[in-house]
């Protein structure tokens, strides 16, 4: 246990400080080249700088292949690997406009080396009844997840601090439930994503300095999928993801269609005079986490987003009690 | 409005328990051995079908689910 130690604290430390110490100077780049979108929740003209995603994929890829140094283990690759291929598939998305297709397909091809280095383990863990065998069944659930996971966490960044504050809760509570399911390497291997989170939120808390981009949000939740994957912790992964899968789930229901925000014609919420957020009436906007919060009244971008943090921190409570309850059979 | 939002998690978290427990004691045992070699081919199949049923029994157990705890939000 104790030689586990010296890499956790390492890499961690690695994680937070790099993510932490480039950000600031890559802020000033995307700003100099002009590479700033409008906030739209702010009454003045405020640009922010975007994407952030690379300052995020550095930390991720350091502190990864630190503890590769350790441990040689194909499951960091797999995270390395599929991490940065996600980050790639976001920076493009970031750069130009591509279609509703393009992030979903490319995201099940940057799953597949989880296959090649044979980087997970085909039994599906259920709480209170135990393992299910499903040889063939996993491998379509390993080609799915990469896209679920890289597309639920963008489609929640939708507000300042909301992308990397939720990942912040939803990471660091499922490291907490591999430690408490005694899987010691991986859940050391998945601390760097809580810590890049962590760092990365200074600069995207309301007031954003920065956005992190399709790139960002996409590296956060592909790292989130193959975490679950190689730690087979992909029930657990869900709870505490549940208020972004309900967020994804309200709009696919709504809109009936796999398709882009940017194609969305209604808006979902619209400002108040004191430019709070409050929702519309719009039928044909799509219903979204945002715009149920916002039913009960007109709330600011910061009430928001602790809303949305307090739902995570419900949910990740939700997945430590499942994890508890792994070990528990009927 | 809030506590539906926490009422949905919860439910969501109870169909997720109640979805792993039906795959574990129907699908985890289910194997058909008569078509030698390829058996494991057959019962993988009929194991990614009926998963796939009971998603789309889930998605639509969820869906009336919405409608309930939020019928008079989604009057948008």
Request: aromatic letters at 12%; a positive charge; one cysteine or more.
């Amino acid at each position: 246990m104790i030689e586990l130690i010296i890499p956790a604290i390492i890499s961690c430390i690695l994680a937070f400080f790099v993510v932490y110490f480039t950000t600031p100077p890559l802020i000033k780049i995307l700003v100099k080249k002009n590479y700033t979108v409008k906030d739209m929740n702010k009454k003045e003209n405020v640009m922010v700088a975007r994407p952030g995603g690379i300052s995020i994929i550095l930390g991720i890829v350091v502190s990864e292949l630190v503890l590769y140094g350790f441990f040689q283990l194909n499951e960091i690759l797999a995270i390395i690997i599929t991490t940065t291929a996600a980050f790639a598939i976001g920076y493009v998305d970031d750069r130009k406009v591509m279609g509703g297709w393009f992030k979903p397909v490319t995201l099940a091809i940057a799953a597949l080396p989880i296959i090649f280095l044979g980087a997970y383990d085909s039994d599906l863990a259920f709480p209170l009844f135990g393992d299910v065998q499903i040889p063939l069944l996993y491998l379509g659930l390993i080609i799915f997840m990469i896209p679920i996971t890289g597309n639920t966490i963008n489609s929640i960044d939708v507000l300042n601090g909301v992308a990397s504050g939720f990942m912040v809760i939803a990471s660091f509570t499922l490291s907490i439930c591999l430690f408490i399911l005694q899987n010691y390497e991986i859940a050391i291997v998945s601390l760097p994503l809580g810590f890049v989170s962590l760092a990365f939120y200074k600069y995207h808390k309301i007031p954003s300095k920065i956005f992190p981009g399709d790139s960002g949000a996409l590296t956060f939740g592909a790292m989130y999928g193959v975490i679950a994957i190689i730690g087979g912790v992909e029930i657990i992964a869900a709870i505490a993801l549940l208020p972004a899968v309900i967020n994804s789930f309200l709009f696919l229901s709504s809109v009936k269609r796999v398709v882009e925000h940017r194609q969305i014609k209604g808006k979902p919420v619209e400002h108040t005079d004191d430019f709070k957020l409050k929702a519309t009436n719009d039928k044909t906007a799509p219903v979204t986490l945002v715009r149920l919060i916002l039913a009960g009244g007109p709330l600011t971008e910061k009430q928001i987003g602790f809303a949305i943090f307090k739902l995570a921190i419900f949910s990740g409570v939700l997945a430590i009690i499942t994890a508890f309850m792994m070990g528990v059979s009927l | 409005m809030k506590s539906g939002l926490y009422g949905f998690l919860f439910a969501m978290w109870g169909l997720i328990i109640i979805g792993g427990g039906i795959m574990v004691v129907l699908l985890g045992p289910f194997s058909i051995q008569q078509y030698g070699d390829f058996h494991w081919i057959i019962t993988s199949g009929i194991k990614v079908t009926i998963a796939l049923i009971l998603v789309v029994i889930w998605i639509l157990i969820l869906s009336k689910l919405k409608n309930y705890i939020f019928k008079k939000e989604l009057k948008f």
